[in-house]
């Protein structure tokens, strides 16, 4: 019998109250401070979390990427080992704070009620909201922008055990995240590696003439205004590409339109070998459509290029999501979300454009260091895959 079973069958046999979310934390949203101010920016000591902070740091963080100026702050800071769960956007994400701090309105702070405080450690709270994840993903508002239902949100339960088991359940977790620390950190260097060649492969075309993206790629912006309102999805029908396609390179679909509105909406239709891009937020990734893909559109978050007869996708994409999404993302506008710039702009930007024979063996060398790094029946991948699904495991128990 382990340590936790236990610790359960001493100190809790009958099982745990279970505890409304709204009872347990005080909840705010994030805001961000006025982008026309520059003193708000400028010498900025206060950390200021956006998703960025979670993709690059991980999901327990002391500090952020970026700072705004204490004068921007609205009363007082949110106070430390609060937790941010995404519940807009792309939600599905959450991190334990730390330190006192500030995060954008795409975030709602999780900040337990003084009554409460005793009753429970902060890493075993994080540990909890990965249900609290799932949950939100699973009850989203019909729109055409991700939002997690805030009533159902403040319904979610914890369950309040002892502190000794809360204590041990942390212990067995963390021992899990510390056993794939050396492997994460020898792939990290893997990669490191394999993006150097990457872009030696990329940019050492010296010799070949470079092209703007408008001479050799169609370009389609997706239907702004109330082109794709929730009042006209359906249970089934014709697929909506969502930004989270480009971002996450799925079929998955939450939205659906009849074939009357398909009809209306055809320019902004996709068909296999098409490339969509997400413009909005999240900038510059990329999903090539497939062959079996169904039919469908672009929402306003996408642009789609069909590249034309002397380029190869597969090498767009690469030089799309490894060159170009840097430089949009350096020149991105926008406030709280950013936006790409206009499309005349994107068709300006130059490529090398070898010979499609070339094109394909550049694209077939850097897939075999991407399946090198990435694929999950190689090497250390694999060995990181199966630790985190033990992981998982143990956490959901």
Known sequence: MSRLQELIEELCPDGVEMIELQKLFITRNGYTPSKSKNEFWENGTVPWFRMEDIRENGNILSDSLQHVNECAVKGQLFPENSIIVATSATVGEHALITVPSLANQRFTYLMIRPEYKNSFLPKFLFYYCYKLDEYCLQNLNQSSFASVDMKKFAKFKFPVPPL?????????????????????????????????????????????????????????????????????????????????????????????IDGKKFEELKRFSVKPGDMIVSCSGTIGKTFVIPEDAPEGVINQALLKLTPHEELNVFYLQYFFENTISKELNGVARGGAIKNVPSVSELKAIKIPVPPLDVQERLVQVLDNFDSICTDLNIGLPAEIEARQKQYEYYRDL
């Not at 070949?208 to 006209?232: D, S």
């Open 164 to 256: 000794e088991v809360q204590r041990e359940i942390v212990h067995v977790l963390d021992s899990f995240t510390l056993l794939t620390a050396e492997l994460t950190a020898e792939l990290t260097a893997r990669k490191k590696q394999y993006e150097f060649y990457r872009d030696k492969l990329l940019t050492a075309q010296t010799e070949i003439k470079t092209v703007e993206l408008g001479e050799i790629c169609t370009f389609v912006r997706g239907p702004f205004g109330g082109a794709l309102k929730k009042e006209i999805f359906k249970p089934q029908g014709y697929a909506v590409y969502e930004q989270q396609h480009a971002i996450y390179r799925t079929l998955d679909f939450r939205y659906f």
